[in-house]
């Protein structure tokens, strides 16, 4: 069945009342080849409203945001062979393997004239297909050491950056989180997918009991539950309804994009419970907005978070640290909220969008020789 469209509203900027593109002046294709909204989606979101001030891009692809500035699949078959203006090719960044396949065959196949761009974010050998893959892009992007590691290919390393406009913190956090109506004075939440490799168990292990002890505080977990996942869910609804704990641990689903920044300004804490990441953009997230972070030292979050002053870090498998560290900032609130104020500071100083934009420009730029090869551009927090 087809997925449901879904539209998102920027915050922080408006980026044209007509939002599609002429293909014949499209410096760069940011490519967004899947129905559901992901963290790829997430990602692209973000950036190309801050990409656009450097260059002409838009997206292409199915189910995309009316802000978006796009181009349609028959407008590329149109002008696709016509370079923009100024360049001798168009770029055609991809993020997954149907991406970097039909950039390929738009290339290799009918003659279109593209460099190929991939920013991989995973931390584990790739398929021999992604490799076949990746061998034939004119440039790869890693968004973390990490996930730089697993290549065999030349890379950059670009950290992810988060909108600062978008993500900030509230005016008053206690009434922000007294309008949703659920109990207690503070939230602690955990955002993302509701799976076992996100840790969504885990954390409601851990808050079946703390929450008991802290009555001020009540559990949120806001992520998507996908038909796979439904026993998954059902499980973690049957122990929360054993512990008594229906009211205090609430688990909202997928909520609309432009709801969950707004969730991040009522919550005090944010815990990152996952088994594995790719890279995790909560951290940050919740950082810019004035949330102190608890998360296990997976994806990119040890580059992430400050240990001590924007947050605290523990070991995947380590749930009494998990645990301690949480139950640590429960019992003082006001070191939860100092903690938040300087990770909002961390956050615009060394992970803003911005500075993405510009390492990912970077890499644009060498491909147009507009810098000269073999100079490195510095990737935004390292």
């Avoid at 990409?51 to 802000?67: C, F, S, T, V, Y």
């Avoid at 770029?91 to 970097?100: L, S, T």
């Avoid at 991989?120 to 730089?148: C, K």
């Avoid at 100079?375 to 390292?382: E, K, N």
Wanted: net charge positive; with cysteine; charged share 25%.
């Amino acid at each position: 069945m087809r997925k449901a469209r879904f539209s998102v509203r920027y915050e922080s900027h408006r980026i044209m009342e007509n939002p599609v593109q002429d293909v014949r002046q499209v410096e760069v294709i940011a490519t967004n080849l899947k129905w559901r909204f992901s963290g790829v989606t997430s990602t692209i979101l973000a950036l190309l409203p801050v990409q656009a001030k450097r260059a002409r891009i838009a997206a292409l692809g199915p189910n995309l945001p009316r802000e978006w500035p796009r181009i349609t699949w028959s407008g590329l078959f149109r002008h696709g062979w016509r370079s923009p203006p100024g360049r001798a090719f168009r770029i055609w960044h991809a993020r997954r393997n149907i991406e970097m396949l039909a950039g390929l065959i738009l290339r290799a196949v009918l003659r279109m004239p593209l460099k190929l761009v991939f920013t991989s974010a995973a931390q584990r050998r790739h398929s021999s297909w992604t490799r076949f893959l990746l061998a034939r892009m004119d440039a790869v992007i890693a968004v973390s050491p990490e996930a730089a590691s697993h290549l065999d290919v030349p890379c950059e390393v670009v950290l992810h950056g988060v909108d600062t406009a978008r993500y900030r913190p509230a005016e008053d956090r206690d009434a922000q989180w007294a309008a949703t109506g659920l109990p207690g004075r503070y939230g602690i939440g955990v955002f993302g997918r509701v799976r076992a490799q996100k840790g969504t168990d885990r954390f409601v292990d851990v808050m079946c009991r703390l929450l008991p002890r802290y009555p001020d505080f009540t559990a949120v977990v806001v992520g998507a539950i996908t038909p796979d996942q439904r026993r998954f869910a059902d499980a973690l609804h049957a122990k929360i309804a054993a512990a008594g704990l229906d009211k205090r641990i609430v688990l909202l689903q997928e909520l609309p994009a432009d709801d969950v920044p707004a969730w991040l300004r009522r919550v005090t804490l944010v815990v990152g419970p996952q088994v594995w990441e790719g890279f995790g953009l909560v951290p940050l997230e919740a950082m810019a907005s004035g949330v102190a972070v608890v998360a296990t030292r997976v994806g990119a979050a040890r580059h992430l978070i400050a240990e001590g002053e924007t947050g605290y870090l523990v070991e995947p498998d380590d749930m009494a640290g998990l645990e301690a560290r949480i139950e640590s900032l429960m019992r003082d609130p006001a070191a939860a909220a100092a903690m938040g104020r300087r990770g909002r500071a961390h956050v615009v100083q060394r992970f803003s969008i911005e500075r993405e934009a510009v390492g990912i420009q970077g890499v644009y730029d060498r491909l147009w020789g507009a810098v000269p090869a073999g100079r490195q551009h510095s990737a935004p927090g390292l």
